[in-house]
């Protein structure tokens, strides 16, 4: 058995260009679906994927890990930057989906069985909307509280917000009595049962991270994300030593050498490695084994496209540690016409069901998917009050 070609289907949904990755065999109808979506550096990973093509034409794809590493150490520039660090994954999570057809059985079978009844899904707020959730005002903690009482009517248990305005690396009590007004609006909209997330985006430095870790702590959050930038470990390290909300980290991070240090330094209680950027299903699998020994929990980046969520959910059924998959349903209103999927979702709980068909368990529809070509995605910029850069 032979790979024949490396072909790319680049899908734009708004925000973001879904790069979908299609690894073909010279079997009659056998081929695997990937995803190597990174926003805003669509054609660099489509370059990167093409050139990894040139090493694994022709090769046998039933041996992911040798080919995994191919792609990881050869080229001599190891693969752990993000542009190929993203190629990477892209092409190894087609791989997977190759060997779960070929052995007719969903991915996580192969990842060694299900070890859970269903994965819990949260949301962002707004479904996914890149206006309510990236762009509502800091200082309308009233939306917040709407945003997410609807977020529970929708059958969700938990969400995410963007609760931590952008700030300069030191700003006084506006923005942190902000935050702490858009928290407490949520958790009164929700009540206690209710998980509520805050992505900081690692828009804070260490020192304005943690006191938006402080002022946010009575609340009870699930967990805490990217208090400032991926960089500095030892921040965050300090940042989760002050409260005892579990920080998040790690969408950023290629590679499980770079977790190795996280868990080092005791930085993090929750790793948030996305399938996408990390090295694929090959490479998170390794991070997961790593985030056992030191008994912390893991919860996938996961904002892009279709395959990226099938894959998560292959990955979540078969990860002890793994605690509850991120989603996105609101980005495009014609998500459903692009990709058919094998799992099931409960509008009660949304909960996950696995899915029972080979591999992934997708069908893209690639007629679908090229309705819409390549744009240049929306940019999302920001400038502090006196036009410094700042980080969004
Ligand atoms: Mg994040």
Known sequence: MKITSIETVVCHARMRNWIFVKVVTDQPGLWGWGEATLEWHTRAVVGAIEDLSQLLIGEDPRRIEHLWQMMYRQHFWHGNGIVRGTAISGIDIALWDIAGKIHNVPCHELLGGRVRDYVRLYCHLGGGRMEDFYQTKPDDAKRFGELAASAVADGFTAFKSMAVPETMPLEGLKPVHYAAACVEAM????????????????????????????????????????????????????????????????????GIHAFRDLFEKRAASVIQPDITHCGGLSEVRRIAVLAEAYRVAVAPHNPQGPVSTAASLEFGFSAPSYIICESVHNDVPWRDEVVKEGFTIEKKGRIVLPNKRPGLGIEINEAEARKHPFEQEVLQRTFYKDGSVGDW
């Open 187 to 254: 958790r009164e909209a929700v009540g206690d049962d209710i998980d509520i997330m805050v992505d900081c985006h690692a828009r804070p430095s260490p020192r304005m991270g943690l006191q938006f870790a402080k002022a946010l702590e009575p609340y009870g959050l699930y967990f805490f994300e990217e208090p400032c930038w991926p960089e500095s470990l030892e921040d965050i390290a300090l940042i989760q030593r002050a409260v005892k909300t579990p920080i998040a980290t790690g969408e950023r991070l290629i």
